[in-house]
């Protein structure tokens, strides 16, 4: 079975500072992939990032960036230069084998100017 | 490009009675559909895979002849809470996969949700 972890249920970041938001996940599958999806109060899931596991290379779209450690099986989000569009919910996630999506409990960011 | 919609946004329903919520990919061919279920404050639950002319594939726990789904066409996929009761009262989420880039590169799209409220 997959599990996914997210031990912080809520982040508070100052607008154009940085936050990292904490995700760990167990899986058996040898292939997999794991993202981070943002969803606001309008509820509408929005994908922010995603990570192959066969990549070494950690991903990036503009302002934020991941940090994958296999071993450790730890997929990080860091959100750079925080706007105040950013404060939503992000829910870390990974596949399983028939491509559905396996989900933390999320982290709840605010932004404050 | 890759809009899911889903509709009703809304829906109020008495005890006992039966509510059917649409998911539609609008500019693609969605191989598979996914449904999950999302309760106040809490994260998103997968309840159900639906492959276009397949039976769905229930996740555990998940009452398959209370909720039918239907993936008639590869831009379709129907949910039907029958005999809803108030416990059913959620907040309803699709998803389509495209076939673009195989395997499982391929990008999940969300619909925007449907809220059902049963009294």
């Known amino acids: 079975a997959q599990t996914v972890t997210q031990s912080q249920p809520e982040m508070s970041v100052q607008e154009a500072e940085t936050v990292t938001l904490s995700c760990t996940y167990d899986t058996s599958e040898s292939d997999y992939y794991l993202f981070w999806y943002k969803q606001p109060p309008s509820r509408q899931m929005i994908l922010v990032i995603r990570?192959?596991?066969?990549?070494?290379q950690n991903a990036t779209e503009n302002r934020f960036s991941v940090n994958f450690q296999k071993a450790a099986k730890s997929f990080s989000l860091k959100i750079s230069d925080s706007q105040l569009g950013d404060a939503a919910m992000y829910f870390c996630a990974s596949t399983n084998s028939g491509y559905a999506l396996n989900f933390g409990k999320g982290t709840s960011l605010l932004v404050t100017p | 490009g890759a809009v899911v919609s889903q509709h009703p946004s809304w829906v109020i329903c008495k005890s006992g009675t039966s509510v059917k919520i649409e998911c539609r990919s609008l500019d693609f061919q969605a191989t598979t559909m996914f449904w999950y279920r999302q309760f106040p404050k809490q994260s998103l639950m997968l309840m159900a895979t639906s492959n276009e002319g397949s039976k769905a594939t229930y996740e555990q726990g998940v009452e398959k002849d209370k909720f039918l789904i239907n993936h008639a066409s590869l831009t379709l996929s129907t949910l039907t809470v029958t005999s809803a009761h108030p416990e059913d009262s959620s907040f309803y989420i699709c998803s389509a996969r495209t076939p673009w880039g195989g395997g499982a590169t391929d990008t999940q799209y969300f619909g925007p949700g449907t809220r059902l409220t049963v009294l």
């Open positions: 990570q192959e596991a066969y990549k070494q």
